[in-house]
C-alpha cells in the first residue's frame, strides 16, 4: 500500500494483513503527518519482504523513493485506538519514519522481528519532536548487529505504557563514524526522559546496551529493569565496545522511578550506570549489580536523595573521576 498526499490524512486500520514481495507493506510517500488509528479489538500485521524490487511504481518524473523499512513514512507517525499493530522487519527496520513518532494510550505494537531498528525515528525539526510514548505497549525483538529497539535521532520521552526490548545483534565498526556501533534496548541521539512506565530491555550480543544517550537522561519516575550478557566487542586496540546499563554522553539525573540493572558480562568496561558528565541521584530506588564498576562518572557524582545500592564483582562500587558528594539519602 503506498499513499501520496498533500495534506495530512487518517489511516484506520482495522484488521488487516499485508504482506508484501517487493518493499514495504505500507508507504507513506506524504511528508504531512499520518494518522494512524487501530480499531479497537483488531490485530493489523504487516510484513516486507528479504529484498526489495526496483520494480516498483513511482509518479512520473520521480526516480527515486525513501523506502527503508516495513512501514516506512515520509511524515510524522501519529498511532492512535485500542487495537494492535504487529511488524515483521525483514530487510531493515520494522517502523521508520523521517518525522516524528507519536503512540497514544492504548495502542499495542509487537516487532516481532527486525534486521536493524524496530522503531526508527529521525524526527521532526520544525516542531523539534522526536518520540513521545504516552502509553500502551512496545514489545520488540531486534536481532540485527547493532540493532536497536527504539531509536530516534532527537529527544525520547517516555510518559508510561509498557515496554519490553530485547536485542540480541553483537557490537560492530561503522566505517561511516568511523567508530563502534552497538545493539541498544532505547537509543537517543539527543536526550531522553523517562516520567513513568514499566521498561524491560534485555541485551545478550557483544558491547550491547539497555539504555544509550548522546545528550542527558532524566528520570523522574517509572519502573525500569535492564539485564545485559554480552562481554566486550573488540575491533582494535583502540577500539571498543562494552556492555552497559545505562550510558549517557551527558548528565544523568535520577529524580524517582525504581531501575534495576544488572550486568554479567565478565569483561573490561562490563558497567551498571555511567555518565561521561555529571550524575546526580535525588530520589527513587537505584539497584546495580555489575561486573566492572556499577556507578561511574567522568565529572562528578551527587548523592543528594533516594536509595542507592551498587555492587560490583571485579571493580568499583562507585567510582567518580571528579567529586563525589553526599548530602542524602
Do not use: W
Not at 517487493?22 to 511528508?31: E, H, L, T, V, Y
Not at 525513501?66 to 515520509?74: I, L, M, Q, S, V
Not at 558491547?207 to 528520570?219: A, P, Q, R, Y
Not at 554479567?264 to 558497567?271: P, Q
Amino acid at each position: 500500500l503506498k499513499i501520496y498526499s498533500e495534506n495530512k490524512y487518517k489511516l484506520t486500520l482495522s484488521g488487516v494483513d499485508i504482506t508484501s514481495q517487493r518493499g514495504p507493506a505500507i508507504n507513506s510517500q506524504s511528508k504531512k503527518r499520518v494518522f494512524v488509528h487501530l480499531t479497537e479489538g483488531t490485530t493489523n500485521r504487516l510484513t516486507d519482504c528479504a529484498s526489495y524490487s526496483d520494480d516498483h511504481y513511482t509518479p512520473p518524473g520521480v526516480y527515486n523513493e525513501d523506502r527503508k523499512g516495513t512501514f516506512f513514512a515520509e511524515g510524522n507517525i501519529i498511532l492512535s485506538g485500542y487495537g494492535a499493530l504487529v511488524v515483521a522487519g525483514k530487510q531493515k527496520h520494522a517502523i521508520v519514519t523521517d518525522g516524528c513518532f507519536y503512540q497514544r494510550p492504548g495502542v499495542t505494537v509487537a516487532v516481532t522481528e527486525a534486521v536493524k531498528n524496530g522503531i526508527h525515528v529521525k524526527g521532526d525539526s520544525d516542531d523539534n519532536t522526536g518520540t513521545y510514548i504516552g502509553g500502551g505497549a512496545i514489545t520488540a525483538s531486534v536481532t540485527g548487529t547493532a540493532g536497536k529497539g527504539i531509536k530516534c535521532d532527537m529527544d525520547i520521552t517516555i510518559d508510561g505504557g509498557i515496554l519490553n526490548i530485547s536485542t540480541t545483534g553483537d557490537a560492530t565498526y561503522d566505517s561511516e563514524s568511523k567508530d563502534t556501533s552497538s545493539a541498544s534496548g532505547i537509543k537517543s541521539d539527543s536526550n531522553l526522559f523517562i516520567n513513568d512506565g514499566d521498561i524491560t530491555l534485555t541485551s545478550s550480543g557483544s558491547g550491547g546496551k539497555g539504555i544509550s544517550v548522546d545528550c542527558n537522561l532524566e528520570i523522574n519516575g517509572g519502573t525500569i529493569d535492564i539485564t545485559t550478557s554480552g562481554n566486550q566487542y573488540r575491533y582494535s586496540n583502540s577500539l571498543t565496545s562494552s556492555p552497559k546499563g545505562i550510558r549517557a554522553d551527558g548528565n544523568i539525573t535520577i529524580n524517582g522511578g525504581s531501575i534495576n540493572i544488572s550486568v554479567t558480562g565478565a569483561s573490561e568496561g562490563s558497567e551498571g550506570l555511567e555518565s561521561k558528565n555529571t550524575l546526580t541521584f535525588n530520589g527513587g530506588e537505584t539497584i546495580i549489580n555489575a561486573y566492572d564498576d556499577a556507578i561511574n562518572a567522568t565529572n562528578a557524582i551527587n548523592i543528594n536523595g533516594g536509595k542507592v545500592y551498587a555492587r560490583a564483582t571485579n571493580n568499583d562500587g562507585i567510582d567518580s573521576n571528579g567529586t563525589l558528594t553526599m548530602n542524602g539519602g
